[in-house]
């Protein structure tokens, strides 16, 4: 059987004057798979998430994000996914609650929908403690965790993360990607934006950016077996580094 694309992406250009930061990309993500999109800072990787969450308008291409046109469906598909930046998307001077909550608002989750709803990820958290709380009070790990929930909360099909375990410690990294792979087992499809190689090999499939460009894309498995390589780090090494010598 067929897997179901609920991303497709074609010949997708984005240009700032005489820069291009995604040059023709072409890549299709399947209904509940973790999507890694890999790279260093500035190979384009966040600038074609925005694209793809109708935050940006392309230069030129397509991209259908669960059957919604990029173009013409902005609106629409900006109510189906999730995103949580780079930066945790929370307010600092909120309390975990008033965070929560004008996140909900913005999705029309009110009334007893909403009171069920926070409790139930208050108790999952295990933040009764600080959720009247001030965000910026709180560890960097409890905001990370808090946002990707907040992200998660009107329970969209898809959810995109920007770079979202950067500057948290190894420990942290590891729950948060237990959260995400809590989500893919619900049937949730998650694209991921990191420049950490390691979390490569957590992705069912991966895309490696370079330049504005995809320099590979595949399962961790193939790409190391292709590469003749031990890990991702070895994999980015040997597939990008190659084609900066010769520029």
Not at 1 to 24: P, S
Not at 152 to 179: A, N, Y
Not at 206 to 218: E, P, Q
């Amino acid at each position: 059987m067929d897997k179901e694309r609920i991303i497709i992406v074609k010949d997708l250009v984005k240009r700032f004057g005489d820069f291009t930061a995604n040059d023709h990309l072409n890549f299709e993500v399947y209904k509940g798979e973790i999507f890694g999109f890999l790279g260093a800072n500035g190979a384009g990787k966040t600038t074609a998430m925005k694209i793809l969450c109708g935050l940006s308008k392309p230069t030129s291409g397509e991209a259908n994000i669960a059957g919604l046109d990029i173009y013409k469906d902005t609106h629409n598909i900006r109510k189906i996914i999730g995103y949580m930046s780079q930066r945790f998307s929370l307010y600092e001077d909120l309390t975990v609650y008033e965070n929560i909550r004008f996140f909900a608002g913005i999705y029309g989750i009110r009334g007893k929908e909403f009171k069920k709803k926070v409790q139930k990820l208050i108790e999952k958290l295990n933040i009764q403690n600080v959720a009247h709380t001030l965000v910026g009070a709180i560890p960097l790990g409890w905001k990370q965790k808090l946002a990707f929930s907040i992200a998660m909360f009107h329970e969209p099909p898809i959810v995109f993360l920007d770079e979202p375990t950067s500057g948290v410690d190894p420990h942290t990294r590891r729950q948060f990607w237990e959260m995400i792979y809590q989500a893919a087992e619900e049937g949730v499809t998650v694209f991921v934006t990191t420049h950490y190689m390691d979390e490569a090999e957590y992705c069912d499939r991966v895309s490696i950016m370079d330049h504005g460009k995809i320099a590979a894309l595949d399962t961790p498995a193939k790409l190391r077996e292709t590469a003749g390589a031990v890990n991702m780090n070895d994999v980015f090494l040997k597939l990008v580094r190659p084609q900066k010598a010769e520029l």
